[in-house]
């Protein structure tokens, strides 16, 4: 007997849930679209990033024989792991995107866009990455960025302040 399941309803009911971010991803890139893609881990790999110990301070995505990797993505070696074997916590590991999304991706890149991993998390019980494409940031937008966010800071202050008597 074979069970029918409605996918896409089962696709949607799972959501994203962030377990490390790169923070300096939406700072240093001006993020035109997001794409979510699986990751090809090892097991002690996936347990390291479960426990916390990742790092996205630098990573990117970049193409190689077609394929998408990620670059300068740290995973810590897991604790429990009794394998003796060289581990290397930078190695590029690759990602997991239907072909259409990954011709999309290929051609953004094409126009000068930049692939930056913003954060990885779970999706149900997988560990996903979060791809931002877009365009790097010039100094002068950065400082426009930080004046309007402390602007705006300013003007929920004073609007706290004008209502609280």
Do not use: C, W
């Not at 916590?89 to 290929?106: A, D, T, Y």
């Amino acid at each position: 007997m074979y069970l029918r399941y409605n996918v896409s309803a089962m696709h949607n009911s799972k959501s994203y849930k962030p377990l490390a971010r790169n923070r300096r991803s939406t700072y240093d890139y001006d993020i035109k679209r997001r794409v979510i893609a699986g990751m090809v881990l090892s097991g002690a790999e996936a347990k390291s990033i479960r426990s916390g110990s990742v790092s996205l301070k630098g990573a990117f995505a970049n193409f190689a024989s077609g394929e998408l990797f990620i670059n300068n993505m740290h995973i810590s070696r897991y604790s429990h792991d009794s394998s003796e074997l060289i581990y290397d916590p930078l190695r590029p590991r690759k990602l997991l995107l239907h072909k259409n999304e990954l011709g999309r991706v290929m051609g953004d890149k094409q126009n000068g866009m930049h692939v930056v991993v913003m954060s990885v998390g779970l999706m149900g019980q997988y560990l996903k990455a979060e791809l931002g494409i877009g365009l790097s940031k010039k100094q002068y937008d950065k400082r426009q960025a930080i004046r309007s966010k402390n602007q705006l800071r300013e003007a929920q202050k004073a609007y706290i302040r004008a209502n609280r008597n």
